[in-house]
């Protein structure tokens, strides 16, 4: 894998562990029937969403963005809950059950990353996660 020596390591560390969870995503989506196709499109699109919002994150230090990425997550796992119920069955219960563990890591990871921001941005007076030369209102 290409490192990218620009964006900061928490956001590496993530991306990696959901690059796993993409992989392992994506060819059950594109094997799932035709007729499943407008549900398999608007997945295919969530699922690679969170990378971007990730280095967005890294970049700008705002614990927003990660609430975002953690609600991208959230949708991820109720398009997984649909895919696996009994009358849909775009995936069976052990895939569902592995999906949801490989999205689990990155998602302990995104917790810790907004605990750790929030606890620094409390813990000072000043606004942490305003870019510097900023003035603030």
């Known amino acids: 894998m290409i490192k990218d020596d620009n964006a900061p390591p928490d956001a590496l560390a993530i991306v990696e ?4 969870f993409v992989k392992y995503l994506y060819p059950i989506l594109q094997n799932s029937p035709r007729r499943h196709g ?23 230090k705002q614990v927003s963005r990660l609430y975002a990425v953690d609600a991208e997550f959230a949708t991820l796992r ?23 563990r490989l999205l689990a890591e990155p998602g302990g990871m995104l917790g810790a990353w907004i605990r750790r921001l ?20």
């Open 17 to 20: 562990k959901y690059e796993v």
């Open 38 to 60: 407008v549900f398999r499109d608007t997945v295919l699109a969530a699922l690679l969403l969170p990378i971007g919002g990730l280095y967005h994150a890294a970049k700008s």
């Open 78 to 100: 109720a398009y997984m809950r649909f895919m696996a119920a009994p009358k849909i069955r775009m995936m069976s219960p052990h895939q569902h059950e592995t999906a949801l």
């Open 118 to 137: 929030s606890a620094g941005r409390q813990g000072s007076g000043a606004p942490l996660l305003r870019p510097e030369g900023q003035a603030g209102k």
